[in-house]
């Protein structure tokens, strides 16, 4: 669905307009788009005490082509930098009034060595230089540990006290600016949540923490096709986020089994011809049609994804609403809810797995919602469903670690598609205006972040809910 203000504070009358009257100016956010670069200019250095990530970060940087400056807090990035013969130099805070060029692209700090609340004062130094010298849809990236993971209370409070500073800055930066918190366990590889987070894949993921473990991580041999070889089925693929899932899978390069019900066949099939239009060299893909929520649909599917040799890629995407408050809510709207978006897709992975149709090192993704996190006025059986499918994350993820396979969520917050279309007007511009990016995010954005997790480079991801949600008042 169109988004008429964001385009109109976009053009030279509107853009006046907002500013003479001290309207919100949404930028249009920079995404992915073909034959674009994904990464390029500076990114700025800051750090705490005994910083752990200069190693791979520089390696990083230089593989995906970035320039660094070190600011004063991290003056020790620049032997490493030289030692890896890459161009690096001071960071010196922007003057008022300096060129739009001047500007850098990320904004990074190490703060994995901090053990002590005094030591937060380095975040302090950092970002009061550097916050006003990032470029529109710039990045900003903290990188921490797990608070449960530190060996001491002080250590545990300082890392814990990561998340506000994060939160913050990206309700701070404005301009389509992103901050996410990265919490890294020593030894664990960085490089594809950072490829992630530094990219415009994730614009509308700001004020997230994700977790890396130390699981070893395949390194894909293209960075622009890490899931060729790659099958994933995604439910509710015909529309909607569903579609934007499987075009962006396939862009990536897997092989896509889109399933949607028979009422949807039409629209499925067009989906999926799309697919094989856009990228003719990897040959048709594959329509499923089945209601996930039939007695009979995990044995169907099951039996559908073993006839073309299983699957590495289960994208729990289907998802239904049936809105009123609990007093007026029919038993049959509470039932259905919470089997479609919940308890069918238990019955399909738990029958995958026990048939192995799921391959090892595979990856489940459920698609919550910013609902089940806060809870929402007239929803108490989507919330519940949502909520729950946090819950099958977090409960999944050591009886799957055996045979590494992840499971993650996206909790997607007001994306525009048909869904969000039909809420009433005043309801739907306050959903699109109330986060750090004050627009609706697109259902491309749910797709990069899922394809993320799905990739090979996850792998030290499990159990995470990643919020997409342009840093959504709503919720945590
Ligand atoms: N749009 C948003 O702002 C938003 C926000 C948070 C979460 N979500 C979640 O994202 C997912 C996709 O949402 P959307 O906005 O694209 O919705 P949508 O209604 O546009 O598309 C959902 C798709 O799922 C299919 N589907 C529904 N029930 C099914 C069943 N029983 N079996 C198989 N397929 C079924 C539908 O036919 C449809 O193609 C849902 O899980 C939704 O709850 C959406």
């Known amino acids: ?223 622009n096709q890490p899931l060729a070889g790659k099958r994933a089925l995604v439910t509710g693929a015909a529309r909607g986020i569903g579609a934007a899932i499987a075009q ?36 048709a893909h594959t329509a499923l049609v089945a209601d996930i929520a039939a007695p009979e649909a995990p044995e169907t599917i099951a039996a559908a994804l073993l006839a073309v040799g299983g699957i590495d890629i289960v994208v729990h995407n289907a998802g239904i609403t049936r809105d009123k408050t609990i007093a007026k809510m029919t038993e049959a709207a509470w039932d259905s809810v919470i089997d479609v978006n919940l308890s069918a897709q238990e019955r399909i992975d738990d029958l995958l797995l026990d048939q192995n149709v799921l391959h090892a090192g595979g990856r489940i993704i459920g698609v919550s919602s910013i609902s089940g996190i806060a809870g929402n006025l007239g929803q108490t059986n989507y919330a519940t469903s949502k909520a729950g499918v946090i819950g099958r994350v977090q409960s999944m993820v050591e009886p799957l670690r055996a045979r590494g396979i992840t499971i993650n969520a996206v909790a997607p917050g007001f994306i525009e598609t048909q869904m969000t279309a039909r809420i009433p007007l005043g309801l739907r511009e306050a959903g699109r205006r109330m986060n750090s990016m004050s627009q609706g995010g697109q259902p491309v954005d749910v797709a990069e972040t899922i394809v993320w997790l799905a990739s090979p480079a996850s792998a030290g991801i499990t159990g995470n809910v990643v919020r997409v949600c342009g840093q959504s008042l709503i919720g945590a």
Not at 253 to 262: F, Q, R, S
Request: glycine share 10%.
């Open 248 to 283: 962006v899978l396939a862009d990536r390069g897997a092989h896509v089994i889109g399933l949607d019900v028979p009422q949807a066949q039409d629209a499925l099939d067009q989906t999926m011809l799309a697919l094989e239009d856009a990228w003719p060299s990897q040959g």
């Open 1 to 223: 669905m169109k988004d008429r203000y964001l385009d109109f504070v976009n053009s030279p009358f509107g853009a006046s307009v907002a500013r003479s009257i001290g309207l919100p100016q949404p930028i249009v956010l920079r995404r992915h788009a073909q034959g674009r670069p994904e990464f390029g200019g500076i990114a700025a250095i800051g750090a705490g005490p005994s910083p752990t990530l200069f190693e791979p970060l520089i390696t990083l940087l230089t593989s995906i082509g970035m320039t660094s400056v070190a600011h004063e807090s991290a003056l020790g990035w620049l032997p490493v930098a030289a030692r890896h013969g890459a161009m690096s130099g001071r960071f010196e805070p922007r003057s008022p009034g300096a060129a739009p060029n001047d500007r850098v692209q990320a904004l990074i700090f190490d703060a994995t060595g901090i053990t002590d609340s005094t030591q937060l004062h380095a975040l302090y130094s950092f970002f009061h230089d550097a916050i006003r010298s990032v470029a529109k849809s710039g990045r900003i990236v903290v990188l921490g540990r797990q608070p449960q993971s530190c060996t001491s209370p002080r250590a545990w409070t300082a890392q814990r006290a990561l998340e506000g500073m994060t939160r913050s800055l990206g309700k701070e930066a404005r301009g389509g600016i992103s901050s996410n918190l990265v919490q890294v366990e020593p030894g664990a590889d960085i490089e594809g949540a950072l490829r992630f987070l530094l990219s415009p894949r994730s614009a509308y993921v700001s004020g997230q923490i994700v977790h890396i473990d130390t699981t070893p991580v395949t390194q894909p041999a293209d960075w």
